[in-house]
């Protein structure tokens, strides 16, 4: 198998080129990195800005619409005033000498 040594091949400049060039590619490397970190954190805080402005306008728009019910709610509480406590469930009074409703059923 033969293969073509005649194609235009990637190299990492001519040997004749020094260590400016290089030295140059670097540096440019380092300052487009840094220029797309600063773009990058610049387009977040504006996304960031606009996601709180949107927040606070979403708040005061419910903010507004409660105001009456609110109103009301201050000059009518549910039902006058709050016992808090507890509820527990009893059986009702029956007779000992009452056979009950299942008097006379077989039992399972």
């Known amino acids: ?5 005649d194609r235009p091949r990637l190299s990492q400049g001519t040997p004749d080129a ?18 797309l970190l600063v773009a990058t954190f610049m387009l977040s805080m ?9 927040g606070v306008l ?6 507004w619409k409660t105001r009456d019910l609110r109103r ?3 000059e009518h ?22 056979p009950g409703p299942n008097a006379g059923r077989p039992v399972d």
């Open 1 to 5: 198998m033969q293969f073509d040594d």
């Open 18 to 35: 020094g260590p400016l060039p290089r030295s140059l590619g670097k540096a440019l490397g380092v300052a487009l990195g840094a220029a």
């Open 46 to 54: 504006i996304v960031f800005a606009v996601l709180a402005v949107i």
């Open 58 to 63: 979403a708040w005061t728009y419910l903010w």
């Open 72 to 74: 009301q709610m201050r």
């Open 77 to 98: 509480p549910a039902g006058g005033h709050v016992i808090d406590g507890e509820a527990r469930r009893e059986p009702p009074f029956r007779d000992p000498g009452d």
